[in-house]
């Protein structure tokens, strides 16, 4: 059977062509991904527990000038490639060079840093277009006193939900725009863990499945599978381990920039993350039981085959002797003139089996 | 044979249906969890070392009126899935937002928390109503300056033997009733630890009986019930682990809420739970062995049916083509004419068959 | 072959029957192990430089009434199941209820414990009765300013050849009575961590023979030595483990019962342990070595029969097959009425027989 | 088949010819390498970000003597066998003995030290020159207040990328120019690491090509091409793994020699040093993964082979001892006068290998 | 094959005869390890930048004598048997009765100790007599501030070389008489330490051959030796390793008998160390490796076996059957009679081989 090719490691593996770079200056921007999107735009939503504006566009000094320093700006970006856009915005909220690296390099780990005027923090959020395949996508985000930019590789994301929130107006209904930047940053890094829960529940799934198909009838697909999941729990990891220290930092509370009262938020998503890493921790335990079961499974089909093939042999081969024996050519064979040697033949050969039987149901063979 | 299916995953590693949140701001109360029950009730224990009071009502009203300041308020929450109860409680004793939302999601790991006026502390009871199957319920509790809440997902506990002591009256028999809401909380969490024991003692009878299944009868359904065995394990681990983290926080002594005498009794649990975690960690390690030995004793037995196999085929084959030679219908095959050609022929395979045999016992086959 | 139990694992985990404490408050002091011994006694040895006292009795009273302050008291108590004795012990040297139910509860792992004018230290004593079975008895110690209790489970300890050398007298031999209480402390532990070199002995002998047995001839009854020898290590492991943390915390010098000039004395034991440790890691090594090389060694073998059965096989089945077809009953084969028919079918089948047999040679199965 | 020699231990693990050092004393000058050219040869780039300055010499005084205090001297040294040239070098910048014999010694691990005026910096380039085959070069460099030396083995290496950016006069381009040596020092590290990448590109490319071998047509030459591959990652591992501590030094700050705003810089070569070691790390995963593919792969296919050989053997032995019944000279044989003897064994034997047929069938072996 | 007994476990490890030791006080001088050597002897090395005096006596007295205070008393003793003269030293330079014991007990795990005026530090020369076994001597060395001590197990060491330059005179030729006592005690160090290295390249030599013997030809004799290396290394790390830690203590610059500008050196020998300890473990893996080499090497040739088997037995299996049919007796089978039912028969028998060979062909088999 032809199996389905795994992806390919190093599309997976995030080292691709670093070659470009070589010789470049740091803060050269190079974007270094796969452009995901043809599409590149800068959409503003600024808001504060009043009113909320929208404006989108695809030039980047459009929504510059909408910019307000009294209320939450968040400057959203789609579309890695566009390099330009990226630089322009960068120059405007004086972005270092190495941040403006980071951000274009999409194979980025997840990590915290503190520039002086703003907080560092990329991430990959994680989908599961179909039940398979895991795609991943690096949103990085920029937190400065009273902006945000998050910076995505392609349009769509998983902030629809919030974002329908925040344009929630009537009393008792501005809670979500009565808080600061740092409090929007929490929202959506939350968002994207609390995804994260979904990925593991199929998973979860998953190995379900092959639990079963080992028990019952594994097949070289079941091994296969298997093997698939094992990769991918490795990626997972990769993805999700350094989430941890990287939100560690934010925790500790010595970023200016976070306030005291959103601090416990961050510990709940820390919490959350610790939990997706121990269920990943305790999946690899599982998958790794699944390898040595299906092993296992080999070795007692190849016992069952080996012991029909015994049994089989071992019944016959005498009896196949015994015949052999009389089907001999010599002329001085008294049995053969026996009246009832044909007979008795058979006797013996019939006895012989039932012995061969009774030490293999002694066994326990049989 | 048809095994039984093991539990299934995605119940038992605590990840279920984190869509249902998805967009909803922190603090948003819903319960997440399954509803083990039906009822839902608050029932609340007032004590000093004087004397004892005691109310159950399913409004949360009549038992909030009931408490006083100068006594330990025991308010024990039975069935999670009554969010409108719960809410009305936190309100009252002014418990922070996220601080609810971990008491109503049962698939929390253990953590203690601290907060302004208030610990947090939330572990699971493990209950082992069958011999094989282990439940978990999480229980929270929220300690304050003189009440101590404790949120369970069911009515019914392990706690009925402490009420029975606080019950008890007359002289010298005050003296659990003597001491503060933080030794209340700490023999509640004690109680939770010491039950661990029994559930590790049953697992360890389990390996026992698997011990002895492998070296004298190793069936397919051993195997299976190492795998099930294994992967209990595997939860038991993630459940119990982070209770150490939990407690060595408290141990610490950084939390005002615990008073200094106290201390060397949390620090006695901390004790507990390290050889309770030490005892899984010893399980693990026998029951990866008992999967060594599973394979060996199947790898033992492939070589007893191979040696049964050879020993048959290797005495006849030979025995099997002499006699195949002398049934040859050659005109000129002068043995057939010899008068002891036939005993001659049958001395051959005799002396063959006791070659083989005194090969084999040479061999050690025998 | 039926091969001796293993033994039973409740048994050695130590994790009996705690429930017949729960619901008991701190402090209630139940005997919670194996009575080993049916006496039960208290003895003093109380000594300064000069001179030394020796007394034994049934009851703590008498005991008791014979401490003097200025000299180095030993207090030795035999027999845990008495629970009354400990309680008068304790309660005329103040012993926290903590510490007088670590005391009793003969499952404790090895810890120290600095309360406000004790020490209690817990560890194993390893005997080594038969060649095969370890046997582990707990014993306590708890130091004061000028004595030192220890508890042990039964009469008979390793401490005699010490007590003989404190009964010592003449000019020059007092050098043992001239030290404070820590100092005695500190030679019965050390004791104890000395007589752990005996038990590692007898296992590294054990593991020679073992070794030898392997590649000799590798039985079942070798599996089984081996499954006995690597669950005895992991008890091991999980004895003398924690006591390194134990006796790490009297060498930091925080203790301030220990004095300064006995701390190297203390730092010399911790050596020792680790000493003990490290060995204990190799050996666990080299056991699963053992292992990998029995599951080696039935592979050779396994490979060995398989050749055997090949070569026969793959000789005779085409010899049978020349005698199968000289056997048919055609009436038309002209090879049966030639002269040299038979001889020659013979030197086809030599001819065969030799080409397979130099075929094995140059696959060096031969 | 005759595979190609995996490449010699002890010039892959760089334990050379320690004895030619034996009795020497420290500071002892001996180059510790293999001799990897001919040539060797010093070179100056002195610049600021006025202008550049280029001089080559095979003298040291030569060069030397161009050196300018105000600017940023850049020397680099090719071939270390040239001990003397070293010697002389050494000497003018009162490089340390023990700096002096670590420059020579080829086979040092990565590692970053401060001396009094100077910091220490040694690591690996790797150079993938065939397919398959990794290089490993050592360079060093010592950082002072205003010149970086750099020592190679051999002429020829990455920077030359950078060189051409020095050399870029004209307005707005001198700013690499216009940094100091600290700057330099980081730009020749990260080009350096950078190059890693493409290693593991490479190293990425063969864990894909082996994985599908192993998947389709696992063969000897897989198994050895794993192997190798395996070694290989053992030797990387250890050739990048110093090197995260080494950075990890400079970027806490403490050397007074790299200034405040570098630092950021440093920060960010440590973060891709921490990347290639996971990269690794999940590379030996995947790896280990490889091997027990093939392992079960091989089981599998052995499985195949032994189920072909069970269903012919136990198809056609019942149907030859029928057919050696009937081959037996018994004068009183009944069956073989019937009419439709012939047949009606006929009819036995293919009912016979249908029923079996059937039970393969239903034991999915066909 | 009789394979050479492994070497005996109970010597290797270390942990002979304690019971001779138990119930001895602290501090009795009891040697503890094998007599290597009848010879015991002291000899003096004294010297300063002017001379050097050298003296040797089986006495210590008339060594003592000759020590002068402002010059490097270098007193080696060889032979560790000899307790008085160990004693009669250690009284004269006041060393601790635990150092003493130390000392004479040859199964020490290396380790640094401060005392008062003193710095003991024990650690393990490696000698590789022949190309197999290892040998361990152990050297102890006691620093004070003019002098250093060293006692060795028996005479004959590494030193002879630095002895040499020592002696050597002449206008710079004194530069190692130079230097204070703490740089002699480093250049014995940095002399075993570098011996370490002639094990390494031994080891590495010998896993080497091991390599191509498991591509090539792997025998049991393979395995005994794979499995002799396996131990070698469990004890060279076990050596080895606590001498990191010693050293590490050292190098933090604590000890006041260790000069600031000696401290570089011993950071030197720290590296070198830490060097030593990355190959075994690289070395641990590779040797893992062959194990796992040789298990695939065992799987694949048995594959090969069943293969020869079962295209033997598929091919012939059928033809004797077919040949086993018409050599059945029955009155009536027409094709017995047919005329070209005999070269008929040898038709399909060729096509049902030729089918079969197909059929192998196309499973890769052949």
Chains 1, 2, 3, 4, 5 share one sequence.
């Not at 990287?246 to 959350?272: M, N, Q």
């Not at 939990?275 to 790794?288: A, C, N, S, W």
């Amino acid at each position: 059977m032809q199996l389905p090719r795994i992806n390919r490691l190093t599309k997976l593996i995030g080292i691709k062509n670093p070659k470009a770079k070589a010789g470049m200056p740091p803060g050269t921007l190079i974007f270094m991904g796969d452009k995901l999107t043809e599409k590149s735009q800068v959409d503003l939503i600024s808001y504060n527990s009043g009113d909320i504006i929208e404006f989108c566009s695809k030039s980047s000094e459009d929504v510059l000038e909408q910019l307000s320093p009294d209320r939450v700006n968040w400057v959203n970006i789609d579309g890695l490639h566009n390099v330009k856009l990226i630089e322009e915005i960068g120059e405007h909220f004086k972005l270092h060079p190495l941040l403006m690296e980071d951000v274009l390099n999409t194979e980025h780990r997840p990590k915290a840093e503190e520039y002086e005027h703003q907080i560092f923090f990329t991430l990959k959020t994680l989908y599961n277009l179909t039940d398979v395949d895991i795609t991943y996508e690096q949103i990085s985000f920029v937190l400065g006193k009273d902006y945000l930019l998050s910076f995505q590789e392609k349009e769509g994301d998983l902030f629809e939900g919030f974002r329908d929130r925040l344009r929630q107006t009537g009393p008792g209904k501005n809670r979500a725009r009565s808080r600061s930047a740092d409090y929007l940053f929490y929202r959506l890094v939350d968002t994207i863990v609390d995804s994260y829960y979904i990925i593991l529940e199929k998973v979860g799934e998953r190995i379900d499945v092959l639990e079963d198909e080992v028990y019952d009838e594994p097949t070289k697909k079941t091994l296969h599978d298997i093997q698939q999941l094992k990769r991918e729990l490795i990626f997972l990891r990769k993805t999700v381990y350094p989430l941890r220290e990287a939100l560690s930092k934010i925790t500790k509370g010595e970023y200016h920039l976070i306030k005291k009262d959103t601090l416990p938020f961050f510990s709940d998503v820390y919490d959350h993350t610790i939990h997706v890493i121990e269920t990943l921790e305790t999946y690899r335990d599982l998958v790794t039981n699944l390898t040595d079961m299906y092993m296992t499974s080999i070795s007692n089909k190849m016992n069952e085959v080996m012991k029909v093939l015994t049994i089989m042999a071992t019944i016959f081969i005498p009896l196949t002797f015994i015949a052999g024996v009389y089907g001999m050519n010599f002329q001085h064979m008294p049995e053969l003139n026996w009246k009832y040697g044909y007979p008795a033949v058979w006797g013996i050969m019939i006895a012989t089996s039932i012995a061969m039987i009774i030490y293999f149901k002694r066994k326990k063979w049989l």
